[in-house]
DNA sequence: TGAATATATGAACAACCGTTCATATATTCA
DNA sequence: TGAATATATGAACGGTTGTTCATATATTCA
């Protein structure tokens, strides 16, 4: 895969093809990132959270017994959100809130929900 | 996590919230799709794939010289898009070219990028 | 037909990831 | 202050996943 020469044909012939990938402006590390942030929305604990977040704020407490899980491993995920900037948290006492940070994330979840629902 | 007097003051206060999202009508096994879909997303080989398709249609070797990849590493990752309905195919002699295989695909990666670009 | 080319695929290995468990921190209230 | 409660976090374990390597299939062309 060195030199054009030693690859296929087939990759002679589409040469101009990549070249206009390759100058299209966005950057292998722009992409990188954006499979990071698909990433964060690839697991079912994240996603169930993020799509219980666009209703209300709740608090960590609210999660676990809506998913039925431990509040260790919601708080792991939330953290996990909260990295990717997905969400965001309010203290109050001894509770803390979590909500959505950005409006682009329901925006995201609802083009993914039109493309499974097919 | 049984009963609502087992489990922290906190969910007491918040049931109607909880009951709220478990009545949105998007079901448990929908987002369970939907995370599975964003996991083919989030893999920097299968968006560099996707988003090479953008412009044209392409084969396998184009796209492994494009990435530097090998051709049985694509040709492995197109199969995990196409199983996903996010690519179809077409062939031409020894040749097989990819595609995008729905719009909503764009559309995705679209939002993908807004967010992760701020 | 047989060599050359393009792609596909099964097995295997290493790296990554999500949960659990134990424990720590932070806050309230008696 | 000390008990109780809500959340956070480090370590560890098991399962998943992406690549590589070897090999198989499919197509063209001499």
Redesign the interface.
């Known amino acids: ?1 060195v030199d054009k020469i030693e ?2 044909e ?2 002679e012939h ?1 040469t101009e ?2 070249e ?3 100058k ?1 402006g ?1 950057s ?1 590390e ?15 604990t ?3 959270i993020l ?2 977040l ?3 704020e ?2 960590v ?2 999660i ?3 998913l ?1 899980m ?1 509040h260790s491993a919601i708080s792991h995920q939330l953290r996990v959100l909260k990295q990717a900037k997905l969400v965001k948290c309010r203290k109050d006492g ?2 803390v809130f979590y909500s959505l940070d ?1 409006s ?2 329901e ?3 609802g ?7 097919e």
Chains 1, 2 share one sequence.
Do not use: P, W
């Not at 722009?30 to 079912?44: P, S």
């Not at 083009?111 to 629902?117: D, F, Y």
């Open positions: 895969m690859c296929c087939c990759c589409h093809l990549i206009r990938v390759r299209s966005v292998k722009r992409l990188y990132d954006l499979a990071e942030l698909f990433k964060v929305f690839g697991d079912t994240r996603i169930r799509f219980a666009f209703k209300n709740m608090c407490c609210d676990a017994e809506l039925s431990t001894k509770t950005d682009h994330i925006t995201i979840i083009q993914g929900l039109n493309h499974v629902s």
